[in-house]
């Protein structure tokens, strides 16, 4: 069992000391007294219960046990901080991994932009990415599997637990075949299309709550005939005619020769806040913080696009 007086504070003391080799140049790097290193090598002396250093004078010279010490301390010290290492990886901290979460629907333009950006800001970090719905990517990151997450927020969302900071809001709208009758409306009821067939997102994506939102402020239930879990089944399906659904402005801009979206009298107030969120107690993390920057940066440059 080890002496309880045996410090890894000593042990780094004394391989400062085999370094430097005099008391006052030991004492200058550390930023201690010489009385300190002088009491800190005695007392490491007395939990080993051997001599390390004869005294010459004021000079303390090293014995064969010093050196043997030394040598086997140095592994000692890097073995420590290697463990160090490994621990904050294996809980995400520190390491050159990033684990971005995002919808679906951002992937076709938002995600790649940010992407870039921050390998150009840290060319160093690998950056995995994982889709999925709201309600998914929120529990992956209350799980310490994803870092940040890009998601849909309501108007009204705060929590202490979380920081978050809103890239865009988004329109919702109605989907319908790009080479439809109605394409070309400028705006449209959703009590027109109470007797429509409509095709959905599965519960827990934050469009499936906004269209079921909508549904009930325009006083219709829906007749839902697929429930799908991607973004990009539901324009396919639209577009084939098999039926409409909800959708936000965004995703017209890369799938226009598929789809048109259509503003809906209904869904004036209701509006996706798209934004990254990360775990408070986790928000000053390098990695954190660089998507954080880089978030920062793609405001701006929408703000600086809009203004033009």
Do not use: W
């Amino acid at each position: 069992m080890l002496d309880k007086l045996l410090t890894l504070k000593k042990i780094e003391i004394f391989l400062n000391f085999m370094t430097e080799g005099t008391l006052a140049e030991t004492a200058e790097k550390t930023g201690m007294s010489t009385v300190s290193i002088h009491r800190a090598i005695h007392s490491l002396e007395e939990s080993l219960k051997c001599p390390l250093f004869r005294h010459e004078g004021r000079l303390l010279v090293p014995l064969p046990s010093a050196m043997v010490l030394e040598h086997n301390a140095k592994k000692l010290v890097f073995s420590f901080e290697e463990a160090i290492r490994l621990t904050r990886e294996a809980a995400g901290i520190y390491s050159n991994q990033i684990k971005i979460g995002a919808l679906y629907s951002l992937t076709l333009k938002t995600v790649p932009r940010l992407v870039a950006g921050i390998k150009l800001r840290k060319s160093e970090l690998d950056i995995e990415l994982t889709l999925g719905g709201n309600v998914a990517l929120f529990k992956k990151l209350d799980m310490l599997e994803l870092d940040t997450i890009f998601v849909s927020l309501s108007d009204d969302f705060h929590s202490d637990e979380y920081t978050f900071l809103r890239l865009f809001s988004d329109d919702m709208m109605l989907a319908v075949p790009a080479n439809s009758d109605i394409s070309t409306k400028k705006t449209l009821s959703l009590v027109d299309f109470k007797d429509e067939t409509f095709i959905s997102l599965s519960d827990g994506f934050a469009t499936h709550k906004d269209s079921f939102k909508a549904f009930e402020l325009a006083g219709i239930t829906p007749n839902i005939a697929m429930k799908v879990d991607d973004i990009f089944s539901i324009i396919s399906m639209v577009s084939g005619g098999v039926g409409y659904a909800l959708l936000p402005k965004r995703v017209e801009a890369v799938f226009d020769n598929m789809i048109k979206l259509i503003p809906l009298k209904e869904l004036t107030g209701i509006k996706q806040h798209i934004s990254l969120v990360c775990l408070a107690n986790r928000e000053r993390e390098p990695r954190i913080l660089t998507c954080i920057a880089e978030s920062r940066a793609y405001v701006r440059e929408r703000t600086n696009i809009n203004k033009d």
